[in-house]
Structures are given as C-alpha cells and as structure tokens.
C-alpha cells in the first residue's frame, strides 16, 4: 500500500505544482492595459498645419547591434562614422529596458510602450499570434491610416506583430542561429528595387546575422567586422539612393540596435552591453542643421556613446519628424536635440505639449486621485510630496503658464515641460504592474500543498538516512534563502558547485573507512570524482557578473583546438566501443558491433558540418580533417541530424528488443548501461562543439563512483540533486535569459515546429542535468533496486521541486517591488518553470521514475 501511495503523492504533487506555476504567473505577469484606436490630431490647435522635414522612413534595425559596433574605435561601420563626421548621421546610444530580446522591444520602438514582461515568454513562441499589435496604436499603424504603404524586409517577429500591415514583404526566422549570411541576403536583395519605388511611406529592413555571429562566437567573433562592414555597405548604398533619386529627398533613415549583447554574445538581461544599442538619424538633409561630431569616440563609459535616450522616445520623435500624432499608449519623449531642426521657438514649445498632453492622459489615468487632488488644490509645490504628486503640479503648472504663451517661448517654460515629460516617462515606465494577487496567492498555496504532500514520505526516509537527511534537509533550507537575495540568484551556480565539490570530499572521507581491492582504491576513486569536478566548474566561465572572463575554453581549447578534437574523438569512442561490444554478443556475431559505429560515426561527421558552419575557427589549424569538411559541405546539416536520430532510435529499440529490461534487476541495470551510451551519443549531438569533453569528464567520474564502494540510497539521492543542478551551470546556464543556447534547436529540422523547436531547446540546455539524471541510477546497488529503497530519490527530488517553487513564489511576491524584479527575480521564476516542468516532471518522474516502477515494483 505504501508504494502505491508514493507513487499517487508524488503524481498529485507534480500536477500541483505545475497547476501552482501557471496560475501564479497569470497573476504575476499580466497583459499591461493599452488605450485602443489611433490617436488624432487635437482641436485646439493647428499641430497638423505645421511642416514636417521629413515624408518617409527607412527603419534599418540590425539585431544586437550594440553601440560600440558603429561608434567605437574597432567599428567597420567606416561609411556611417563618415556621415557622423560630416552632420548627416545625428548619433545616439538607445537605452533598451529590459527584457532585452526582438519582441518586446520592437513594441517599444514601435509603440513607444513599456512592454510586459510576458512577451519574453511569447518572444520564443514563434508562432504565436496573440501578442499583436494589430489593434494598439504605433508609428507603423498612423502612417498607415494616412494612406502611406508600408513594406518590411526580415526578421518575421515584424508579420506577427503587424498582420496585415505591409504591403510587401518577406519575413524571415530569427531563431536558425546558424545562419550568418542567407538571412542578411534575404532582406539586402529586395532594397534597391524598394528603393527605386516611391509608393511606400516605411521601409522596414530587420537583419539578423550580427546577432546570430553574437550568439555564436561573442562580439569579438572573426566574422563581426565582415558583418559590420556589410552593414555598412547598406547603409552607404541607402545614404547614395537618397542623395540621387528625387522621390527620397525628404526620406529620413534610422539605424539601429533592437538590443546590444554581452561579452559572451547573447542579450535577455540587464548588463551595460545589452542594454546599449546604437540609434543613428541619417539624411542628407541633416547637413544644413547640425554640425557633425567626432567619430570614432575613443573611450566611453559602459557603452554610453553621445546622448543616452530611451528606445521608446523613437516613437514620438518620428511622429514630428514625419507628422502625424503620437501613438496613444507612448511614454517616450521627444529627442531634445532633433528639435533643433524646427527653427522657430513656438514649434518646438507646440511639439513638446502635444507630447506632454499625450502622457499626461496615460499618468491622469494611472494616478487619478493626484491629479483630481492637484486640480481643485489651491496650491501645489513640485518640491515635496510622492512622485504621482509632484507630477500632477508640474501640469497644472504648464495647463496655467500655456494660457499665457506667446510667440516668444522662454527657455524657462520648455525646461517646464521636458521636467514633466522626463518625470512622467520615469514613473510611468516604472511604475508596478498591475499584479493580480490573488492569483498569485494561489499559485502560492498550491505550492505548498505539493510541498506537503511530499513531507510525510521525505521526512521518514531522511530520518532513516542519519546525517545525509540532515544534509538534504540543510541544503533545501540554504537554497530557499538565497531565492530572496538578488546576487545569489545571478550566481546562483556557486552555491551548487560548493556544496557538489563538499559533497564529493565528505564520500572522500567515508571511503576512507572501506576497504577496495584493484586501483584505484574506493578512496582515491572518489577524490578523483571530485577533481574532475573542478575541472568541469572551471571548463566554461558562467554566472552573469564574471561572463567572459578567462576559463579552460577560452585560454586553452581556443588556441590549440587540435587539443579539443583529440578529446572530442575520445568522447566519441568510449559509448561506440561500449555498444559496439554489448551489440555483438546480441546477435552473437561482429557484423552486429557494427551499427553502433556506423551511428557514432555519423554524429561525428555531422559535429564536423555543424562546426563547419558554425564555429569554423575551431577547424582553422585542423588539417587532418580537412577532407571530411571539405566531404560534409554537400550535404545539409538538417538531413545528416536526422541520420544521427535514426540510427540512436534504431540503437533504442535494439536495446530494449535484447536487453528485455522488465525480466530482472540484472537485465534491468544491464541495459541502463548502454541506454547511457546511447544518450551520451544524443546528448553530445545537441550541446556546443567546445562543451564536448565534459562528457568524457562525467563518463569518468560515473566510473570512479562506480569503482569505490556501494554507495548508499541517501548518498546518491544527495549526489543526484547537486550534480544536476550544478552540471546545468557548468554548460554555460545562468538564471538570465540570455543564455538560452537556441544554437542547436534546429538539428534535423527543416522549418520552425513548435513542440520540435521547444523540445531540443530545452534538451540542448538541460544537457548535463538529463545526463545525470540516468547516470545516477546505476550507482543503486541490486538490494536497493529489489527492496524499493530508490523510492527516497523520487521523493527528494519531488520535496526540493516544491521547495524550489515556493521559495520562487514567495520571493517574487514579497520583492515584487524591488528594483531588479523583471531582470533578476522574474527570469528566475521562468527557469524554475522550466526545471519543475522539463526536468523534474518529464525527465526526473516520468522518465526515470516510470521507468524504475515499471521493472522493479512487481518484481
């Protein structure tokens, strides 16, 4: 009766917890409200009569493009810095809030809207349609409902954000990171033929190979200033047809980054990196009112080249400069120093009220009773009070001082007005969302019924475990406290790595007390384990404040890659040889022994093509495998993955067909031997070339674990929730979204599916937990597996999950006003997500724990 509880509890605990995750986040990351329709001129007077220098754009965004990549003294944007220099290029470093990836902040630029944390989640969902902007008013949707055409070239987030919308256009993914050049060709080809046309009044051009090189070899990569200069190359052949062609002398291009990226080349959070972007106003026109600056800069500070604006001040700023009114839902304010090109003083004062009236209505709607407070107060002072308060005094100020504006603007009465507008952008743009509570709260409490669900089961078989309960129990109690200190959550891999290497020196010290005969002893077996764990912490640098530091890729893989092929072709060679061994004996014959080499040798040849592609720094100096790069070139990559699943698919069913693992524990343990080498095969076909060799490092310490003594069930259950966790850091995870490897999402893939794209997405990242996840079930000793006593790991593994998740909830609803709550705090609740639903539920309890119960529990 008892097992058949456990098993129940442990199933109802999982659907709690998953039932707790996605009614929390309804709660947590609510749709922000929008103002529906277009926007319209006001009645009061003539914003429309008014010239506007400009009567077309061309909106270049180039994704990732960080600020020092135009700016800086290494940029081969030579052409663009050319026209900085001359006054025809006006520069800025765009500051993107976070999160930053495509979809929320082209809603930003677009919009000039803060945009909800949410769209990170809707971002990777590429099919997805309910985060349009069909029906929110933009720059895109005023241009078009004065009858101007639009068209778009690139990335495909543009389609789904605006159906409907362009006339032309070719949509591209931005997910296949593998591809640095045919996803740039796509968008080039149709420029000039757009250029000669003049029925369009936007051209949108979204390129992506600069950041698909970021992701892939970081911004320093030996590809980025070929892709920078090419970039270039675009903008010089758009600057010529607009000096040319007289249908684009009053066209205006904008050059831009929709995010920057860090050192180890991804983006998603918070750093310097990420959120600088360069942001560049082209026209021949410019000449004649600005004077140009000097570029490249040589030095600046955290990528801070120029003015820093905000990216959602592009919003209403091409709303003057091409006339029409400014979206409803902006937050965004005028670029102070684009107002220079209107001469007289009144235009400037008009153009900042229209902006001013505008967010006004949104700050009246978000505070009403401050402002309703201001408006019959008999006085007010911008000087004490909330912010909310402050806020609606500058208006009435303003709504009283315009009454007596004339056609002489004092500098006085603008300063007034840049005050509320850059005051009303910051506490708007700041302001909390709109949490909903009471969903949260119930998030909450079903996390704590899953909680205890698992405490009867896991507190009898910790007591039973003596000091190794205490451990887990210690461990549960630290990690929970550290949820609630930002720091600890971005370095967060410190914490594992800690405790796994003290974990691997106390079974150090317990061997002591064992006998072992052969070498090496039990004792140095496990002090050998733990070695090599330090070599894995050391292998990548992860973490979000020391990325890109110095580790053992980048110092010693790099430079001699023929060094990391040598330890590729041995990681290869120790699951063929395993298999090819145990295939023999099945059909008692060599021929057999050959379908795990035919197999291994495939992956191997598609590592080789995939590299080729995507690293090919890393075969540079490798002559001796040259002629197979040279051999791979003719065959996709997507036909040759799917060779490699095949084969381990056919490997599978061997496997299990000769095994029988439901006849004995014998059979059983058998056969989880050589699924293991099957599953390093398919585990290294999806992990990054450079990351390799680590499996070869956890193949060995598998080995030393087994060679010392019987290890007890608490013991490897402590094992099993450490090295998962700390095995996810050390392949470069962190708890920031821009480390999300999409690098190896597309193997055998020909188009985007998203069950497919979701589910290698997730293996790709999770390749180390997933690993040991098998690995750890065959240090269970036979009289453990009969007895049922493995149960205690599932128990575990399900205790830490509700701990993991409470502590997660609690956390993000107590700091929900903390100052890093959407860069830190927020990701972290999406990771956990993804640990309780991928990892816990499907790898940890379906897999290994339906698996166990199904061949031991009636035996």
């Known amino acids: 009766m008892a097992p058949r509880w456990d098993k129940l509890s442990l199933i109802l605990a999982h659907l709690s917890l998953i039932a707790a995750l996605l009614v929390f986040a309804k709660g947590f990351f609510p749709h922000k409200a929008f103002l529906p329709g277009l926007a319209t001129w006001p009645n009061d007077y003539g914003s429309s009569a008014r010239d506007a220098p400009f009567d077309r754009v061309i909106f270049m965004v180039v994704d990732a493009l960080r600020s020092d990549f135009v700016y800086g003294n290494s940029s081969s944007f030579s052409f663009t810095q050319g026209l900085i220099r001359s006054g025809a290029a006006v520069p800025f470093t765009g500051h993107a809030s976070p999160p930053t990836i495509t979809m929320p902040r082209v809603k930003a630029i677009t919009t000039g809207s803060v945009p909800s944390f949410v769209d990170l989640v809707l971002n990777f969902a590429e099919s997805d349609t309910t985060s349009t902007l069909e029906t929110q008013d933009s720059w895109l949707a005023q241009l078009r409902a004065r009858g101007g055409k639009l068209v778009m070239y690139g990335d495909d987030t543009w389609l789904r954000l605006f159906p409907g919308f362009f006339e032309r256009a070719d949509g591209t993914t931005s997910f296949f990171v593998s591809d640095f050049t045919e996803v740039d060709n796509n968008v080039t080809r149709h420029i000039d033929d757009e250029l000669e046309r003049d029925d369009w009044a936007a051209m949108t051009l979204h390129f992506l190979g600069l950041d698909h090189i970021g992701h892939k070899t970081g911004p320093k990569g030996p590809m980025m200033p070929t892709k920078q200069a090419e970039m270039d190359g675009v903008v010089e052949s758009i600057y010529t047809a607009m000096e040319q062609n007289s249908h684009l002398k009053s066209c205006l291009l904008v050059l831009l980054g929709d995010h920057g990226m860090n050192e180890g080349g991804n983006h998603g959070a918070s750093s310097p990196g990420e959120v600088s972007t360069a942001l560049t106003f082209i026209s021949p026109k410019l000449k004649s009112a600005y004077e140009g600056q000097a570029s490249p800069v040589t030095n600046a500070q955290d990528y801070r080249y120029y003015d820093v604006v905000q990216q959602s001040d592009i919003a209403p700023t091409l709303a003057s400069l091409l006339g029409f009114p400014i979206p409803l839902n902006n937050l965004g304010v005028i670029i102070s120093r684009l107002l220079e090109l209107w001469t007289i003083p009144k235009d400037q004062y008009d153009l900042l009220y229209e902006n001013a009236e505008q967010i006004h209505r949104i700050a009246e709607a978000t505070f009403p009773t401050e402002f309703a407070a201001q408006a019959t107060a008999s006085g007010c002072s911008t000087s004490a009070g909330d912010d909310a308060a402050i806020l609606a005094c500058l208006w009435r100020q303003i709504v009283e001082g315009r009454h007596s504006v004339g056609s002489e603007i004092s500098t006085e009465r603008l300063d007034e007005l840049n005050q509320f507008l850059r005051g009303a952008q910051s506490l708007l743009s700041g302001a909390a969302s709109n949490y909903g509570l009471v969903s949260m709260q119930i998030g909450i409490a079903l996390a704590a019924v899953s909680l205890l669900l698992c405490v009867p089961s896991f507190t009898h078989g910790a007591l039973q475990a003596g000091f190794d309960g205490v451990f887990l129990i210690f461990i549960m109690l630290m990690y929970a406290i550290t949820m609630f200190a930002s720091s600890y959550v971005e370095e967060e891999h410190q914490f594992w790595y800690w405790t796994l290497g003290g974990w691997l020196l106390l079974l150090h010290l317990k061997d002591g007390r064992y006998k072992t005969t052969g070498l090496p002893s039990g004792q140095i077996a496990t002090f050998l384990a733990y070695l090599l764990s330090g070599v894995v912490r050391r292998w990548r640098q992860t973490g979000q404040k020391y990325a890109g530091d110095p580790d053992f890729v980048t110092e010693i893989m790099a430079p001699n890659s023929w060094f990391l092929w040598v330890l590729i072709m041995v990681t290869y060679t120790i699951p063929s040889r395993n298999l090819s061994a145990r295939a023999a004996k099945w059909m008692g014959g060599r021929q057999m022994g050959l379908l795990p080499v035919l197999v291994t040798v495939s992956a191997f040849v598609f590592k080789v093509a995939f590299t080729a592609a995507d690293a090919p720094e890393l075969l540079y100096k490798i002559s001796w495998l040259r002629p197979l790069v040279v051999f791979v070139r003719g065959y996709p990559l997507e036909k040759l993955a799917q060779v490699v699943f095949l084969g381990l698919t056919h490997l599978g069913g061997c496997s299990l067909y000769y095994e029988t693992p439901w006849k004995s524990i014998e059979h059983l343990k058998s056969w989880l031997a050589i699924f293991q080498d099957i599953v390093t095969i398919f585990l290294v076909t999806q992990s990054r070339t450079v990351d390799v060799p680590m499996y070869l490092f956890y193949m060995l310490q598998l080995k030393f674990l087994q060679r010392a003594r019987p290890h007890s069930v608490s013991e490897v259950t402590v094992l099993a929730v450490l090295v998962q966790y700390a095995t996810f850091f050390a392949f470069g995870g962190t708890n920031s979204i821009a480390t999300v490897d999409l690098s190896n999402a597309y193997n055998g893939i020909s188009g985007y599916n998203v069950v497919a794209v979701g589910i290698l997405t997730f293996v790709s ?91 031991i529990s009636e035996k």
């Open 765 to 855: 990242n999770w390749t180390g937990p997933i690993w040991w996840s098998f690995a750890v079930c065959q240090l269970f000793s036979d009289v453990d597996l009969k007895n049922g006593n493995w149960r205690f790991l599932l128990t575990t593994q399900a205790t830490f999950a509700g701990v993991h998740v409470l502590a997660v909830m609690v956390a993000c609803t107590v700091l929900r006003e903390h100052l890093f709550i959407w860069t830190v705090f927020s990701p972290k609740y999406l990771y956990t997500a993804a640990w309780i639903i991928g990892q816990h539920t499907c790898v940890n309890l379906v897999t290994i724990g339906g698996l166990l119960w199904y061949n």
